[in-house]
């Protein structure tokens, strides 16, 4: 049985509440009914382990960050993507997928970003400017190149909470857990032109598991 993340607290104790409530009315029928609530609600914070919890992951793959459906892969879209040349890869969650976020690419944490905004539906266009997010930048030396990759944490219209668990400085590994988003919503993943994208529009998608990008060429190692 998966772990359960410690975020599952307070939101499964309140949707045990009723079931609490009809079981001391001596109602065990309906508690049991109620429990189940409790018990999806428990489900939604499942945290499984997945490969870089075990194994370093090679240094030019890029992970999917987060288990869902690729809603675009391609150019970084105008008033979505960071300033610069980027590539994109954005990831619907629906309610039933696991929400605990990792890291897409390991290295130093540079910027970490909170940013309030609205509840748009996570698979609409705008979200990813008008939503409350949380944006995140890592940097990394292999060989003499320096890379970078920015992710974005996205609330959606039920997700009312994005729970980001890294500061700058933080050192991260590929695929390390970085925080979860509450119960539906988006990520998105920008990486350099030098990588090449692995996934298309509609793909299905799994943390720690899925190479959505890869750098092609290797960096040169100082001599």
């Known amino acids: 049985m998966p772990r359960i993340d410690r975020e599952a607290g307070p939101a499964t104790a ?26 999806a609600v428990a489900a939604f914070f ?3 382990d997945r490969t870089p919890d075990h194994r370093p992951v090679p240094v030019d793959d890029v992970l999917s960050p987060a288990d869902g459906k690729v809603m675009y892969a ?8 960071p300033e610069g040349e980027w590539q994109q890869v954005s990831i619907f969650l629906s ?4 929400h605990v976020n990792r890291a897409p690419y390991g290295g130093r944490v540079t910027e970490v970003v909170r940013r ?8 609409r266009h705008e979200s990813a400017h008008l939503n409350e997010r949380s944006d995140i930048t890592v940097e990394r030396e292999v060989g003499d190149e320096l890379r970078r990759v920015h992710f974005r944490q996205i609330v959606g219209l039920m997700a009312r909470r994005v729970v980001t668990r890294v500061a700058v400085g933080d050192e991260l590994g590929t695929g390390q857990r970085v925080g979860l988003m509450k119960f539906g919503s988006r990520m998105d993943v920008f990486v350099p032109p030098q990588c090449d994208l692995l996934v298309s529009a509609g793909d299905r998608v799994v943390a720690g598991e899925t190479v959505i ?11």
Request: charged share 15%.
């Open 213 to 223: 990008a890869r750098w092609t060429r290797p960096a040169r190692v100082r001599s």
């Open 95 to 98: 309610a039933f997928d696991v």
């Open 14 to 39: 309140v949707a045990a509440a009723p079931a609490a409530l009809a079981l001391l009315l001596g109602r065990p029928r309906a508690a049991a009914a109620l429990g189940v609530l409790a018990l």
């Open 116 to 123: 309030p905004g609205q509840w748009l539906a996570a698979y």
């Open 74 to 81: 391609g150019p970084g879209q105008v008033g979505v993507a």
């Open 46 to 48: 499942r945290d499984p």
